[in-house]
Structure formats: C-alpha cells, structure tokens
C-alpha cells in the first residue's frame, strides 16, 4: 500500500460525458501528478501540482482540467469524453515534488467510455 | 531532457540474474537515474535511483559506469512475481517531470 488513495477504482460512462476522478496523496506529501496509461502504452504525463499551485503540465488535453485543494488532494476533471480517453488514470505524490524525488503510485481509476 | 532506450520486453528464466540496461547518450551533469517497476493494472513502484557508480538496496542494483551514457538494472535471482514493466528514467533535481516511455516487459519463465 503506498499511502495514496483513488477514488473510484471503476468508471464506466458515455461519450460526451463528464467525470470526476479524485486523489489523496500520501500523509506529507505536497506534489501530486497525474498520468493516464492506455492500453498497452506507455505511462503519459497529464500535469503536477504542488502546495495547491500548478507546477508543470504535460500532455492533457483542453477537455481536461485538474485542481490541487487546501488540504492538498486533488481531482482531474475528464469531459467531452470520448472513446479513445477510455484507460487507467493514476496520481502520485511525493513529498517536495522535484524529478528526483520519489513518486508513489495510487491504485488508479479505470475509466471505461462506451 | 535526457532521452532513454531501453529494450521493449526481456525474458528469463526463473533464479536467473537479470540484467536490463538502459542507454540516456545526452545525460547531463545533474542528472539522476531512476528505475520504477510496474505490475499490471498497477501504478509503478520506485525500486532504486543513483548518480555514477553502483547502488544497491533489498531488491536491486544499479551500475552506472564513470562516462554515465548508460545503465544498468540488476535483478538477481528473478522469480516469477518479478514479470513487470521495467521503466529507467533520468532526471535532475529540478522541477521538470520525468519520462516514462515505455519500459521494459520482463517475463520470468518458470
């Protein structure tokens, strides 16, 4: 168990629609990124957040949004869903948030768009 | 950013030593290495980083050698609960985030 909790662990919804996926971060911890993984791809970085301020962004598209609260977890918000955003999401945290610092993977959410 | 290859998938024998090496050619000097290991339907785990030289830990060693191009992941005695996605990273003490790519996909065959 790596301290960080995704809720929920299974999404299925239709396209067009919108979702929101949540993440707890590790006690302490002030970064969190997520990152979607399809199937049979790579782990794509979405975007990090730290202390509630956006730190760097990757590939995420404009459909998709994310915020880091006070009490430092986070959501990525999915809308416009189409099939093709159907994968695993998964955030992560760690402590100050710098590249070599350690990053511990939540369970991830399956996002199913039929 | 460094760019990694490493090879796409590996198999092995179980009780075998693996080795997977990964190549960065553009390392830079603040750079660090970093391998994470991933199950499947799983988030990746942190198994081992370092700088030059060699690092050990409880599940793995990693050589780099003095010219830092390339390294190496150690894994002795590979079992079968050891099949994952391998992912060898490079990155400095900044802020920018790492690359995953695609990893390696060791099998262990029994």
């Known amino acids: 168990d790596s301290g960080v909790t995704q809720t929920p662990k299974h999404l299925i919804t239709a396209t067009g629609q919108r979702v929101t996926l949540r993440c707890s971060p590790r006690?302490?911890?002030?970064?969190v990124y997520w990152y979607q993984q399809s199937l049979d791809q790579g782990l794509q970085f979405l975007i990090q957040?730290?202390?509630?301020?956006?730190?760097a962004k990757g590939n995420i598209l404009e459909r998709f949004s994310a915020q880091q609260f006070p009490d430092l977890h986070s959501e990525l918000n999915l809308s416009s869903l189409e099939l093709g955003d159907s994968a695993l999401y998964f955030c992560?945290?760690?402590?100050?948030?710098?590249?070599?610092?350690?990053?511990?993977f939540g369970p991830g959410t399956r996002l199913t768009v039929l | 950013l460094a760019k990694t290859t490493q090879p796409i998938s590996m198999d092995s024998y179980e009780g075998q030593e693996v080795n997977i090496t990964c190549s960065h050619n553009n390392i830079a000097t603040n750079d660090y290495i970093t391998w994470y290991q991933q199950f499947p339907s799983q988030g990746p785990r942190f198994i081992i980083q370092?700088?030059?030289t060699k690092v050990t830990n409880e599940v793995a060693s990693l050589f780099i050698p003095a010219d830092r191009k390339s390294s190496t992941l150690s894994l002795p005695r590979v079992s079968l609960s050891d099949t994952a996605v391998y992912y060898c990273?490079?990155?400095?003490?900044?802020?920018?985030?790492?690359?995953f790519g695609k990893g390696t996909r060791l099998s262990v065959i029994a």
């Open positions: 992560a945290s760690s402590n100050w948030g710098g590249s070599t610092d350690t990053q511990y």
């Open positions: 006690s302490g911890d002030l970064s």
């Open positions: 957040y730290y202390n509630g301020e956006e730190r």
């Open positions: 990273l490079v990155g400095d003490r900044g802020n920018t985030p790492l690359v």
């Open positions: 370092g700088y030059k």
